[in-house]
């Protein structure tokens, strides 16, 4: 009888585990051409509005493999994306959500990655289930950039409401 504390003691330590994973995400702080790292701003030339696109998705039973392939691809792509600001990425460590974020410097340059190269590819591959994907577009001062995860998150769910009647 004397040990049954140690049960206990690893049954709260494997709940408190389980509700923080749920939490734990792996990915990419926002980084790009048009954004200064070191003095944690985007530069001038990325203009006076930022076309910024939220998404949110889930990757598909046993895609997982697929899905990373095709995030690498389009990864190693983002630097060389004309009107690119920056981007970030994030997927829960523990589960099948994944977040995404870019800013823009115009709708020409957002539709030139969506609609071509690895990105287009990536969708294609169906590796995020299509019935989960969501987005969502902003037009922000780029001096609000990067935008912190629970902001993006905030508004994110604050336009998908929006849209649903």
């Given at each position: 009888?004397?040990k049954l504390w140690i049960l206990f003691v690893l049954l709260a330590a494997a709940g ?108 294609a591959s169906g590796a995020v289930t299509p019935p989960s994907f969501r987005s969502v ?29």
């Amino acid at each position: 009888m004397p040990k049954l504390w140690i049960l206990f003691v690893l049954l709260a330590a494997a709940g408190t585990a389980a509700v923080a994973a749920r939490y734990v995400y792996v990915g990419y702080d926002f980084r790009g051409p048009g954004y200064d790292a070191e003095r944690g701003r985007v530069v001038k030339s990325a203009g006076k509005r930022a076309l910024v696109v939220i998404t949110y998705g889930r990757v598909g039973e046993g895609r997982a493999g697929d899905f990373r392939e095709r995030l690498k691809d389009v990864i190693s792509s983002m630097d060389d994306q004309p009107g690119l600001i920056g981007f970030a990425a994030r997927k829960r460590l523990w589960g099948d959500e994944v977040w995404t974020m870019s800013a823009w410097t115009g709708r020409d340059a957002l539709e030139a990655f969506v609609y071509g190269g690895p990105h287009a590819t990536a969708m294609a591959s169906g590796a995020v289930t299509p019935p989960s994907f969501r987005s969502v577009e902003l037009e922000l001062d780029p001096a609000e950039l990067p935008l912190d995860w629970d902001r993006a998150e905030a508004l994110f769910d604050a336009q998908v409401r929006e849209a649903t009647p």
